[in-house]
């Protein structure tokens, strides 16, 4: 009986040890450098309309402390008189407040009654961190909560409008769900991501996703990440974007890589469940030239959402593309928001 129980002990201790020998392996594999992983061809991005941006005046950063201590830089576009509501902005996947997102804080400024801060996402821009990295997902979600905090110390009496344009709309999204949708009025969601399971990316004849924005997937880092529940491979690179060197040469805010953290924090993995959870005003704005997402099946998530009718806007901009659309996209902002005030005056 003692040997039987002692061969059990053995075979335990023989099965531990594979397992961890294992995943030993599977950390070292996910650890090894991008270029292991990545496709060999980088794809360059043919944006095509991309955005003229020459009569755009760059403001410059002011900046607040994370929680960690992280400087994070924002930009700051008043209305001559006190605003009555406040757009909250997040760029997208790789980028920066640049010239590009900047033209519509200018642009809703001029309204006299709307405010636009944008924000570098911890790790892009002028905001401090390792590039393209977060000590975790809800470190990000927590730097929203306090961009949030800031807007509403600032502008007490004002309404709050979360948007985020294509990864920054994933980012936004996950806030909402991570954190409270109390903590803001509505979301404005410009050409939004909608995660990696959402089927809403551009394919070809053979299914095949037309426009790859990503270079290279290491899927590893993210395997191993979610068997240690989330304590080893958040800061490896996992994500690789197809900025191309001249690109990246002329831009040097934008970044080439994203670690598993960083991705985590702006993809919905479960898209129809978060929509199912949202039931505060949304609109989403997605150009029908997009040459990243199918705009169709992008907007056909808004279904989904709790929010009553009157405060749930789809729209499809003509003859726009995914970048294109921040070039008019103020507009449609205007609009929504004006109408969006007069409900929730009338519901108050």
């Not at 911890?122 to 306090?146: C, E, N, T």
């Not at 593309?321 to 009338?346: A, M, Y």
Request: glycine share 8%; with cysteine.
């Amino acid at each position: 009986m003692v040997m039987s129980w002692i061969s059990k002990k053995k075979k335990i201790v023989l099965k531990a040890n594979r397992l961890s020998n294992i995943f030993t392996l599977l950390f070292l594999m996910a650890t090894m450098t991008p270029s292991s992983f990545a496709d060999k061809k980088t794809e360059k991005i043919l944006w095509k309309k991309v955005p003229d941006t020459t009569h755009v005046t760059l403001k410059q950063p002011e900046f607040i402390k994370a929680t960690d201590g992280v400087k994070l830089a924002y930009y700051t576009f008043l209305p001559k008189g006190e605003p009555t509501s406040v757009v909250l902005l997040y760029h997208g996947g790789g980028a920066y407040i640049s010239k590009v997102y900047q033209q519509i804080g200018w642009q809703l400024a001029k309204t006299d009654s709307i405010a636009c801060y944008m924000a570098d996402v911890r790790g892009h821009g002028h905001s401090g961190g390792p590039r393209g990295d977060a000590p975790s997902p809800k470190h990000v979600w927590q730097d929203i909560d306090d961009m949030v905090k800031l807007v509403k110390q600032k502008h007490p009496q004002a309404n709050v409008f979360l948007a985020g344009h294509s990864a920054g709309g994933g980012l936004s999204l996950n806030y909402l769900s991570n954190f409270t949708q109390k903590s803001v009025d509505g979301v404005l969601l410009l050409a939004p991501y909608l995660g990696p399971n959402s089927g809403i990316f551009r394919a070809d004849e053979y299914g095949k996703r037309k426009n790859k924005f990503v270079n290279g997937v290491r899927r590893l880092p993210f395997i191993v990440n979610w068997l240690s529940f989330g304590l080893l491979c958040g800061n490896s690179r996992a994500i690789t974007f197809n900025y191309t060197d001249k690109q990246l040469a002329a831009n040097p805010g934008l970044t080439k890589y994203y670690t598993v953290n960083m991705s985590l924090a702006g993809s919905v993995w479960d898209t129809k469940k978060c929509f199912e959870n949202l039931s505060l005003p949304i609109a989403l704005f997605i150009g029908a030239g997009d040459e990243v997402f199918n705009p169709k099946l992008s907007l056909q998530y808004l279904d989904y959402v709790q929010t009553p009718d009157h405060l749930v806007e789809k729209q499809l901009i003509p003859n726009e593309r995914h970048l294109s659309i921040l070039s008019v996209i103020h507009k449609n902002i205007i609009d929504v928001v004006q109408k969006w005030e007069k409900t929730l005056k009338g519901e108050s």
